[in-house]
């Protein structure tokens, strides 16, 4: 005789105790009536079969509890039953047994003897004497801790036991008997007819059937497709078959892939919220922070861990809580929806020394669990804050500067045209006194300090018109460039005569500008090509001009509003090359006064003009050939 026996026979009051508080506690209230809390009798039975080989007392017990029990007692209640019971019992005998050699011999016999117990109500179950058939211990054992819906019925469609997993497809609940139900509700009609006229053939003849149903759920009506197999086994002692029908559904395996999705998904996500720049964080539908990445770790100088769970207005925007985005952010989280979701908005964020610092944030509302979760895409902007300011700064510098530059050129240029003025008054007075004295050497000097004067004069007046493009500019309107340019040769038409030279003006556009600086543009253009003439060869001035295509101005670089190019090209004297940038540069001169009058402005005015409208100037030349001025203008703008 073993020790378990005697562990069995010294504690059955206190083992059959400690098993009725267990099921009175997990709500199997039905066996527990049904024995009356007394499990002794149960406890007798396996010491019977333990020492005696006896399964009588067992037979006689599950008979009593069924009676006791009624159709309010199932046999999953006494599976779970038996379940419980042999729990309590194993645990007394690992405190009781040290010898690890006999701790395995009376487990395996508590297994044994618990598996008789549970023979005994499996055959009590089933009722008349026809219909019990044996249900193995092994396959019990299994369908117990199945979690796929497992079915063991007669060979009618009688079904006996049912597993919770298949109780909850079949829509019955945990304590609801089955013995006077068929499996024919739990099916589809055409799934019905199939089972009888198929499978149970199949499984009488082969002793296996596989095959597509759809099991119904008999509360919801609902139909769910379901892979089946069907396996007749049978028992060796009674040679009675039984037909075990095991259900795998669908789902469950579409579960399962969606279950490596799912985990797939997730290691993606870590992986994105690892390697990402920027700080990432996730709160849930309480407004507590459940997801923190590396990056935001670096941002906030914050740990991970020390901020899972904690509200992400208290720690990292204490600001939204004063501007009242805390409880808006609460009100998207509880309604789904919001108008700040999926916008970029600057924020004021803080780290964990307090100090705060300017953050663009985007938010982003989805579900988890059901439930709403918002995530936080944060960028740190102090870098680009920062030189957002230095260039606000610099920019309002140099505006000023310009400004005051501008008004200096104007101011000096218009105070310096008074004394001018009575400089050459009084030496034209002084020159008619000489003259009348006949002082040659007098009349001499005056001629030139009257020169040096006018030529102050006309410096003076092109700096002051230089200054007025910009300062004393019109509006844009639409200006025919065409009529411009024939006034302007009719204006020149006695200095064209002069010089036995002639002016071709071709087709030209018409566009939005400031028809006051146009003629100037056309004047110094055109003037310039009339001076800079060569010796004994009449100058011919050409102009004209047409609009650029889309492709010549991407290949220029140049915006996609339209634009038009305007060419004056002349068979004058031409410059050097490496001269180009000094041309447009205001009082350069290329050559000697004495050989080309002028004050080195009018270029200088006309790349003003060109990029006050937008444009731009420039010019190819090649000495004793001629030069083309180009200029650049946009054909339409909203300057003024």
Known sequence: ??????????????????????????????????????????????????????????????????AAGGGELSFWHLLV?????????????????????????ALRQLTDAVDVLRRACAQEILGGEDERLPVPVSLLRLIDLASDPFCLATTHGRPFYLNAAARQVFGLEADEPIQDATLEPFHAPESWNQLCRDAVTEVNRQGCWAGRTQLRNR??????????????????????????????????????????????????????????????????????????????????????????GRSASEILFPEARIAGDDSRINRYLRKGEGSML????????????????????????????????????????????????????????????????????????????????????????????????AALGGREYTQRILDAAQRMQALVEGLLTLSRVTTEGQQFVQVDLKQVAEEVVADLEVRIEEVGGRVEVRKLPVIQADPLQMR??????????????RQDVPPVVKVYGRMLSEASQLARGTPKEKQCRITVEDNGIGFEPK????????????????????????????????????????????????SKFTVILPVAHGKS
Request: one cysteine or more.
């Open 1 to 66: 005789m073993t020790q378990l026996p005697d562990i069995l026979r010294a504690d059955e009051q206190e083992l059959s105790k400690l098993l009725a508080e267990k099921l009175q506690r997990s709500g199997y209230e039905p066996l527990v009536r049904a024995v009356e809390g007394d499990f002794g009798p149960a406890l007798e039975a396996m010491r019977s079969f333990l020492e005696a080989g006896d399964r009588g007392p067992a037979g006689r017990w599950a008979r009593g509890v069924c």
């Open 81 to 105: 039953g038996l379940s419980g019971l042999e729990k309590v019992i194993r645990a007394r005998v690992i405190e009781r047994l040290d010898s690890k050699r006999e701790l395995l011999v």
């Open 219 to 308: 509360r919801t009506g609902q139909l769910v497709e379901a892979d089946t197999k069907m396996y007749l086994l049978r028992d060796p002692l009674y040679q009675k078959p039984t037909c075990v029908a095991i259900v795998h559904h669908l789902c469950s395996r579409q579960e399962r892939k969606l279950d490596e999705a799912l985990r797939e998904a997730l290691a993606t996500r870590h992986a994105i919220l690892d390697t990402s720049l920027d700080p990432i964080i996730t709160i849930n539908y309480e407004g507590k922070i459940t997801e923190f990445n590396k990056a935001a770790e670096k941002v906030f100088g914050r740990q991970r861990q020390k901020v899972i």
């Open 342 to 437: 999926g916008q970029r908005r600057e924020v004021i964020a803080q780290r964990a020394n307090g100090e705060t610092f300017p953050a663009e944030l985007a938010m982003t509302l989805t579900r988890e669990h059901g439930q709403p979760v918002m995530t936080f895409f944060v960028r740190d902007i102090s870098e680009r804050k920062a030189a957002e300011e230095a260039e606000a700064r610099h920019r309002e510098e140099l505006e000023r500067s310009n400004r005051e530059l501008e008004q200096f050129a104007y101011v000096a240029s218009h105070d310096l045209q008074e004394p001018l003025r009575k400089i050459r008054i009084y030496a034209e007075r002084l020159e008619g006194e000489l003259e009348k004295q």
């Open 520 to 533: 100037q543009l056309f004047q110094n253009l055109i003037g310039n090509a009339l001076k800079f003439r």
């Open 579 to 626: 001269y180009l940038d000094r041309v447009f540069e205001v009082f350069r001169r290329l050559h000697p006064r004495d050989q080309y009058s002028g004050t080195g402005v009018g270029l200088a005015i006309c790349k003003r003009i060109a990029e006050r409208h937008g444009g731009a100037i420039t010019a190819t030349s090649t000495p004793g050939q001629g």
